[in-house]
């Protein structure tokens, strides 16, 4: 069953720790990002990466930092620094061959909430 | 950088009714996608755009990319109340592999 997994669905945690969020997928796709969502604003990218052992900043990767270790994962680390870390994150991956459509593939997402 | 706006923010119809939401971009785009994402879901991709003027159709659903490949929009056509759920335009700019997404229009069918 090919797709991308994003895990825990809800993620709970006291202000001032840093927390990793997982992201994995098995659909050999070169590209993934990380994008979070909150009420009235879509999806900012907050990390995109294209090829192992690669990734840029996006719009909003203040207090975020990410690695991309293996083709398949990705994690995402909310760190101390980010000053309203709550919010729903969002996984997604995208094939980046020629003539491919380029579509991104989203995970279930994770609901981070931080107090 | 690149801006992607999309309107309206909010649209309520009642069933049987029809809906278009639009996207504009700052830059012309290399091309558009379209997605939906259901109340409590994640987001789904719909379509690609990518030739000037190019329109295409998935049963009821409608998208256009305008001719100077800087606006879009997604017209459904009778909604029905599966049609719920918040639709985001998402543009590339150039070959550059990241897309910048809209701020979606989340469309509530009322039975």
């Known amino acids: 069953d090919g797709g991308i997994t994003q895990s825990p669905k809800y993620l709970f945690r006291k202000e001032g720790q840093n927390v990793t969020l997982s992201c994995e997928q098995n659909?050999?796709?070169?590209?993934m990002y990380w994008y979070r969502q909150d009420p009235g604003q879509g999806l900012r990218l907050i990390y995109y990466?294209?090829?192992?052992?690669?990734?840029q900043k996006g719009d909003i990767a203040e207090g975020y930092s990410v690695s991309r270790e293996k083709k398949e994962s990705f994690p995402l680390t909310v760190t101390s620094a980010q000053k309203n870390p709550t919010a729903f994150y969002l996984c997604?991956?995208?094939?980046?061959?020629?003539?491919?459509?380029?579509?991104?593939?989203f995970g279930p997402g994770t609901r981070l909430t931080v107090t | 950088g690149q801006q992607v706006m999309q309107i309206p923010q909010y649209q309520h119809v009642q069933e049987g009714e029809d809906f278009t939401t639009y996207c504009n971009s700052s830059?012309?785009?290399?091309?558009i996608q379209w997605y939906k994402q259901r109340p409590g879901g994640h987001p789904v991709f719909l379509i690609q755009?990518?030739?000037?003027?190019e329109v295409k159709k998935q049963k009821r659903l409608t998208f256009q990319f305008g001719e100077a490949k800087k606006n879009s929009s997604l017209h459904i056509t009778a909604t029905q109340t599966t049609d719920v759920g918040t639709y985001f335009c998402?543009?590339?700019?150039?070959?550059?592999?990241?897309?910048?997404f809209g701020i979606g229009t989340k469309l509530q069918v009322i039975p």
């Open positions: 997604a991956s995208s094939s980046t061959s020629t003539g491919a459509g380029y579509e991104q593939y």
């Open positions: 659909l050999n796709h070169d590209a």
């Open positions: 990466s294209q090829i192992v052992n690669d990734f």
């Open positions: 830059t012309t785009l290399s091309n």
């Open positions: 755009l990518v030739k000037s003027g």
């Open positions: 998402a543009g590339r700019q150039g070959g550059y592999q990241k897309v910048t």
